[in-house]
């Protein structure tokens, strides 16, 4: 079984970046397609990207596009989440997860949730 864990979440102000990671144990993520949502407070959970199983393909939400990069690296089994130029709409909690089947936009298609990392941006 996959587990995922999510880092590099944390307090920061308008125009800033992060990069989160979101690192798998159990088998190697290479071997899957991962997602990134993020949920506020009071919110429901919002898709903000994907890479492909090959890495070869990813996607984003609309309200990161242009700002955010998904990335994977195989060797350390990591996927990263490059988040620039921050607002303070950004502020959630990211989760990461697998991709199991359906569109890479619906959340009911992922398994094996991180348990998140939370990011503020102060304005």
């Known amino acids: 079984q996959v587990q995922l864990v999510e880092s590099g979440g944390g307090l920061v102000q308008v125009g800033d970046s992060l990069r989160l990671a979101c690192a798998g144990s159990?088998?190697?993520?290479?071997?899957?397609?991962i997602g990134w949502f993020r949920q506020a407070q009071g919110q429901e959970r919002e898709f903000v990207a994907a890479i492909s199983r090959s890495g070869a393909t990813t996607y984003y939400g609309d309200s990161v596009k242009g700002r955010f990069t998904i990335s994977g690296d195989n060797a350390k089994s990591t996927v990263y989440l490059q988040m620039n130029n921050l607002r303070a709409e950004d502020t959630a909690t990211y989760y990461c997860?697998?991709?199991?089947?359906?569109?890479?936009?619906?959340?009911?298609?992922?398994?094996?949730w991180g348990q998140g990392t939370r990011v503020t941006v102060s304005s």
């Open positions: 159990g088998h190697t993520l290479s071997s899957y397609a």
């Open positions: 997860a697998v991709r199991y089947y359906g569109d890479y936009t619906e959340a009911l298609g992922y398994r094996y």
